[in-house]
């Protein structure tokens, strides 16, 4: 980080450290008045801020723990302890900047999100680009002029005779899709071919790409559990302070002696070492390629005690191929071919992607699919010239043979196969000996599931044959038990469910793929064994944390006691309260390693 953006980041506090060190000059050579001034207009510059927090938070009757550094400030400007009222309004103004700091960090993610749409796009009009609208008031049925290179701003369909998409942002394929008139487009995604018409079918504010950012911010305006904790030891920790410090009043009937214990209680440890601690975790967690997206997940994680698995593509490989293709009808395969590959070009699921690739092999004709319809867990249908069709699962089959039906009859058959990860049977043997609870979920025939579950050795509830929603109350079932509950997947198709449980995971090849957006803690790449670094992480994390607090209070309530006994002066307290603040935050930045 460029020393200039630090300087900027911490410009008050620098400005106050100035200050006092003049103040202390002059006060060596011209005496305690000027340098007085100057250390009361310290103080304020330091806590000015603090207290309009103080007097909203009162007007809302809400506690808040600067409560007591308030009461230190006053104390000390009543006692004329001009340079102990200056080096509280340092600690809170430092306090405050790296609070802010650390804050605009866990939002860079989000930043960068939004950063990939347009903010313009430039309409197409009587065959011709016309003029740059702004993307929030572009109406649906509108036409777009995409150029070579840019990201698609909307989602719509494409009015050009074809086009090339990079749709490595959505779906984590790094493989360009062709795309022929009519075909859906998605925002977010990126034009890397000729510049193509795009016919708007979503508002911005209902596009994909806008929705995946909704779901980013609201997950990062929540507080971690853990902050709210020390929210509440800090009302404790409030009641004690003022209780010693009553104390020290009664002991001495002198309001130095109880300056001195508001000084040292003046609580930055509990302001800033949970937040500390819980970044460092988030940059631990980095370092392994593992992304978490917002603070209260690595707290979450640490005290689950189930883990939900969907198989495909995350116990297994996730890369199904064709096992097996059967023609039961008088239709050329090649014809069969085209019309699935038309429809599913359309779909972001791995069994789509599989026939696809399929069908390109097999260089089959392009064609054109209109009226897609998609419905998550049970198929895909359309109409390919004029003609309906659909590919769903058959009957009696497990979830990795689907047919392809024109109208209700059969036409040909797929059959998928897709291979076990090699380390998911130690790492599932490892997550029982920590003592979860482990489950799949998947949309698979039980027997297939049971299958899975045999080779990996373990003791493994099994819930087959499952729609989305299917996931979802079971989720709901484990919660109401009194489960906390990761529930791992590999797509968007495992959406509903990851977002109820208390903790969702994604695998994902790429950073930006649309469920590494939406969830909570994403693998980048395919190890497995992410899972274990994640727990691992996370119990640490929180460990440092609480740890870090606790030292802060018992450090500070040892530090009260002697001073409510005047063995510790105010000016003495003030940097003994530094001394506390600096090893607690050196303590929690334990966690980023």
């Known amino acids: 980080m460029p020393i200039s953006h630090i300087l900027k980041s911490f410009k008050i506090p620098l400005a106050i450290i100035l200050g006092i060190g003049a103040s202390l000059v002059l006060m060596f050579l011209h005496g305690a008045g000027f340098a007085s001034l100057i250390l009361i207009s310290i103080t304020i510059l330091g806590s000015y801020e603090l207290f309009k927090e103080i007097i909203s938070s009162i007007a809302k009757r809400r506690f808040v723990l600067d409560y007591i550094a308030v009461l230190a400030i006053i104390v000390a400007l009543a006692t004329k302890e001009y340079l102990v009222a200056s080096i509280i309004a340092l600690m809170i103004s430092s306090g405050r900047t790296l609070e802010e700091y650390g804050v605009s960090q866990a939002k860079n993610t989000l930043t960068k999100l939004a950063d990939r749409i347009p903010h313009e796009v430039l309409l197409w009009e009587d065959n011709h680009a016309s003029r740059k609208e702004k993307i929030g008031r572009v109406a649906v049925l509108q036409e777009v002029l995409v150029r070579k290179g840019e990201v698609i701003g909307l989602d719509g ?42 016919k708007v079918s979503r508002a911005a504010e209902d596009s994909m790409y806008e929705k995946i950012i909704a779901m980013v911010k609201k997950a990062q305006q929540e507080k971690a559990p853990l902050v709210r904790l020390a929210d509440s030891w800090s009302v404790v920790f409030t009641f004690l302070t003022l209780l010693i410090s009553a104390f020290a009043y009664l002991l001495s009937h002198d309001f130095k002696i109880v300056l001195a214990v508001l000084v040292i209680a003046t609580p930055c440890p509990l302001l800033l070492a949970t937040p500390i601690a819980l970044l460092g975790g988030v940059n631990a967690s980095a370092k392994k390629r593992i992304i978490v997206k917002k603070l209260a997940s690595l707290e979450v994680l640490s005290r689950i005690n189930a883990i939900i698995f969907d198989k495909t593509g995350t116990i297994t490989l996730g890369k199904p191929t064709i096992a097996e293709f059967k023609n039961v009808s008088e239709i050329p395969d090649a014809r069969l071919f085209a019309v699935a590959e038309s429809i599913e070009r359309n779909s972001m699921h791995p069994l789509a992607n599989a026939i696809v690739s399929f069908a390109k092999e097999r260089q089959a004709p392009l064609l054109h699919a209109s009226s897609v319809q998609e419905k998550i867990g049970s198929g895909i249908s359309g109409v390919v010239e004029g003609m309906p069709y659909a590919l769903k699962k058959i009957e009696g089959h497990d979830g990795m043979t689907i047919g392809l039906h024109q109208g209700e009859t059969l036409l040909a058959v797929f059959r998928f196969q897709d291979e076990l990860r090699q380390e998911s049977r130690e790492i599932m043997r ?32 099994i819930q087959a044959e499952c729609t989305p929603q299917d996931k979802q109350k079971g989720i709901e079932e484990l919660r109401k038990a009194g489960k906390i509950v990761a529930m791992i997947g590999d797509g968007i198709n495992d959406a509903p469910a990851l977002a109820l449980a208390n903790v969702g995971i994604v695998f994902s090849n790429e950073e930006q793929t649309a469920a590494s957006e939406a969830a909570d803690i994403v693998f980048l790449g395919g190890n497995f064994s992410l899972v274990i670094e994640a727990l691992s992480i996370s119990k640490r994390t929180v460990h440092i944390a609480i740890q870090s607090i606790a030292w802060g209070i018992g450090m500070s309530v040892a530090g009260m006691i002697l001073a409510a006994f005047g063995f510790i002066p105010p000016i003495a307290g003030a940097f003994l309260q530094e001394a506390i603040d600096v090893a607690v935050i050196v303590n929690a930045l334990r966690a980023s390693r």
């Open 157 to 198: 369909n494409l009015m050009s005779p074809m086009g090339i998409i990079d749709e490595a942002s959505l779906t984590g394929e790094p493989y360009p899709v062709e795309k022929i008139q009519g075909d859906s487009l998605r925002s977010g995604t990126i034009n890397i071919g000729e510049p193509i018409v795009l």
């Open 430 to 461: 490892a997550l029982k000996e920590q003592g979860l609870e482990l489950h799949i979920f998947t949309g698979d025939k039980k027997e297939a599931a049971e299958e899975v579950a045999h080779q990996l050795g373990e003791r493994i509830h």
